[in-house]
């Protein structure tokens, strides 16, 4: 239909807005009204074609309190629908492109199912689907919102094609069906926070995938097929031809995205690490297993055997984003600087070997155990100097001047924010101050007592901590974990040294936190002939006093070695006047 200048008229306009209206109606769809609680799926991967294949069953489960009879589902927008079926008998669908930064190209390709019946709620309906289409790189969601071009293509890597293959699954490329609400990458926050959702609503999904390749004959190499999840890949002879093959299971989408590569793989393989790489990295493949290998005794003592063997796999593109899914990491193996590829194999190995369902958990620990890994290797000013690196983003991010509105302390506390960022940082920094406070010994042991199955609350791991010292720690979880109280910020009020009857001195420090909060700091005193360190613990917009014994004359006084985030570190020096008389 066309419609000339002429006729495009006040009344037009007016059908148009009522044809809109209704369309609306139709479409004021319940997005998120079921979960995908099953997927059975064969894909055929064509690199040749860079097309995907696909076609099972997958099982809809109504997450409502009421009947459902039209369920929404979507693909990547390069992908088509070509079959529903309930049973034997096609069902009615109407496909629509969909605009949503949940996609690589920023669209997907949404069914709006019409289902033979109603879904009673909890009640459950199984499809069988097929779909098919050409998964090229994309990074349309990110260049719209200006992202410069190079930048976007080191982010959004995910293609198929005869020399590499990898996709990435949910929040990058939607290879297998997904029901969510819109993604906008240009309002903060909207797509962490609806993958974190679908996440939520994923956790105990199955899925089940079979993946084949056709004949690579004349390849020098044949593929190696890794996917996320369990699985074994194979290779199967035909005369001549060879067919890879992989089959993949995972047992809770909550815990990781399922994701597959398919490369010219050789193979290094150590006890704690397979590094799967591509030709020309030999080198850069033996030094991460190698550093592999020098971390895994750090991180099996924090925290203890590896659930499941860490796989590593190169990325061509020497510039591609790293990602994770569980104990798989897909990162370019360009570099073999040891330092880097033992902070990765560190973060790599913690996840391997323990798995929580709360980010600053999961990762916080996993990016804990960077800084560990540091400590060990470079000593503690190493580690300091490496949170503080992390800490100007923090630091950015909560801004003291302005401290959070009581809305947004929950919001943004740590238990609940959608800033992936902040969470990660921050996470890291709560981890060193509790190991700062409780000791390696309690610590590691409070680690060792969770149990991903049991946390169903939020004070489950707070309370583990807990249990590990006779310390009240409330106040601790309250200002870092469960809400957002910003940062402190330290300063001596005051200072004063006497000389005793043995001819040392006793000074007596008094430090203002004017933070809104509180934290266990440690503070030196400079004085002639060395140093000495204390910790004291001071709330948020409350003062301590400690009276320190030093052998010399105190000179000056420093609060804070870098271990406590913090909103103003320029008033952390303080001289101490020579005492009188
Ligand atoms: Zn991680």
Redesign the pocket.
């Known amino acids: 239909m066309r419609f000339s200048r002429k006729k495009f008229g006040l009344r037009t306009l007016w059908f148009l807005c009522a044809l809109c209206a209704s369309a609306m109606n139709c479409v004021a769809l319940d997005r998120e009204a079921f979960s995908i609680t099953n997927y059975d799926l064969n894909l055929q991967i064509e690199p040749e074609q860079h097309r995907l294949g696909a076609r099972g069953k997958i099982t809809l489960r109504n997450d409502t309190s009421t009947p459902q009879k039209v369920a929404v589902l979507q693909i990547s927008s390069s992908l088509d629908w070509r079959s529903i079926r309930v049973g034997d008998k096609a069902v009615q669908f109407v496909r629509q492109p969909l605009t949503s930064d949940m996609d690589h190209t920023g669209s997907l390709s949404e069914a709006i199912v019409t289902l033979p019946q109603d879904v009673a709620p909890h009640g459950t309906i199984d499809l069988d689907i097929a779909y098919e289409g050409v998964i090229v790189v994309d990074a349309t969601r990110l260049t719209r919102v200006g992202t410069p071009e190079q930048m976007a293509a080191n982010a959004d890597w995910d293609h198929i094609s005869p020399e590499f293959s990898a996709l990435r699954g949910v929040g990058y490329v939607a290879w297998y069906p997904i029901a969510t609400e819109v993604a906008n990458l240009s309002e903060e926050e909207s797509l962490f926070e609806i993958l974190s959702r679908w996440k939520a609503r994923e956790a105990g999904s199955h899925m089940k995938l079979s993946f084949h390749s056709p004949d690579l004959t004349g390849e020098p190499m044949t593929s190696v097929m890794l996917c996320s999840g369990r699985g074994i890949p194979g290779v199967t002879r035909e005369g001549t031809a060879k067919f890879p093959w992989a089959e993949c299971s995972f047992d809770d989408l909550g815990r990781s995205a399922p994701s597959f590569a398919i490369g010219n793989y050789a193979v290094v393989d150590r006890p704690s690490v397979t590094v799967y790489h591509l030709p020309a990295r030999a080198v850069a493949a033996e030094a991460y297993a190698a550093a592999a290998e020098t971390v895994a005794p750090l991180i099996a003592d924090w925290f203890g055997v590896p659930r499941e063997k860490a796989r590593t796999a190169d990325l061509p593109d020497p510039d591609a984003a790293p990602f ?1 899914s569980g104990a798989l990491l897909l990162t370019p193996l360009s570099s073999a600087a040891p330092s880097t590829a033992g902070l990765a194999a560190a ?2 190995l ?2 391997a070997s323990f798995f929580s369902p709360r980010t600053w958990i ?2 916080g620990l ?2 804990f155990a960077q800084v560990l890994y540091l400590e060990q290797q470079r000593g503690r000013q190493a580690a300091l100097e490496y949170l503080a690196a992390h800490r100007s983003a923090l630091s950015a991010a909560e801004s003291s001047a302005t401290p959070p509105r009581s809305e947004d302390e929950a919001n943004h506390s740590l238990i609940h924010t959608a800033n992936e960022e902040l969470s ?1 940082s921050k996470a890291m920094c709560v981890w060193w101050m509790l190991r700062d406070m409780l000791g390696d010994v309690a610590l590691k042991k409070a680690v060792a007592a969770y149990k991903p199955e049991q946390d169903k609350e939020p004070s489950y791991m707070p309370l583990l901590i807990s249990a590990q010292t006779q310390r009240d720690l409330e106040w601790f979880f309250d200002d870092w974990v469960y809400r957002d109280h910003g940062l402190p910020d330290f300063k001596v009020e005051s200072a004063f040294a006497h000389k005793t009857m043995t001819n040392s001195y006793l000074l007596t420090v008094t430090i203002d936190n004017l933070g809104t909060a509180g934290a266990e700091v440690p503070v030196t005193i400079r004085m002639n002939g060395g140093e000495i360190t204390r910790r004291v613990e001071i709330r948020a917009r409350s003062k301590g006093t400690i009276r320190i014994e030093t052998p010399g004359l105190p000179q000056e006084i420093r609060i804070n070695d870098g271990s406590v985030p913090e909103s103003d570190l320029t008033n952390n020096t303080f001289k101490v006047e020579r005492p009188q008389g």
Do not use: C
Request: charged share 30%; net charge negative.
């Open positions: 994770e973060h790599q913690t996840h999961n990762e996993a990016h990660r």
